[in-house]
């Protein structure tokens, strides 16, 4: 059984910094693509970034190109994302997505598991 477990979430000043991590069990990083998603309340989900395990490809939404990064530890299953230069806008419910195969796709529809999202807000 597949799961994905978002954490690092959390209250953090415009500009600061923040590290999420979705541990992962069930797959294995390696012949998974991985993804983050965002959703503000009221908005759709949104897509922020997709990596593949397998070739370390990684594709950015341009509203977070730049500022942040995606990584992985294959030891402990478990993909990071690093999110600098924190805006106001970045405020939302991140969520941790997974897919077979190595194509990195931004629709959420194309993603077969999801964490429970971990909350992250922006302050002036």
């Known amino acids: 059984q597949v799961q994905l477990v978002e954490s690092g979430g959390g209250l953090v000043q415009a500009g600061g910094s923040l590290r999420l991590s979705c541990a992962a069990s069930?797959?294995?990083?390696?012949?998974?693509?991985m993804a983050w998603f965002r959703q503000a309340p009221g908005k759709e989900r949104e897509f922020v970034v997709a990596?593949?395990?397998?070739?370390?490809?990684?594709y950015y939404a341009d509203s977070v190109k730049d500022r942040t990064t995606i990584s992985k530890d294959n030891a402990k299953n478990t993909v990071y994302l690093q999110m600098n230069s924190l805006k106001l806008e970045d405020t939302a419910v991140y969520y941790c997505?997974?897919?077979?195969?190595?194509?990195?796709?931004?629709?959420?529809?194309?993603?077969?598991?999801w964490g429970q999202g971990t909350q992250v807000t922006v302050s002036s």
């Open positions: 997505a997974a897919r077979s195969g190595v194509s990195l796709r931004w629709n959420k529809d194309e993603y077969t598991y």
């Open positions: 069930g797959l294995t990083l390696r012949s998974t693509v």
């Open positions: 990596f593949s395990g397998s070739t370390s490809r990684a």
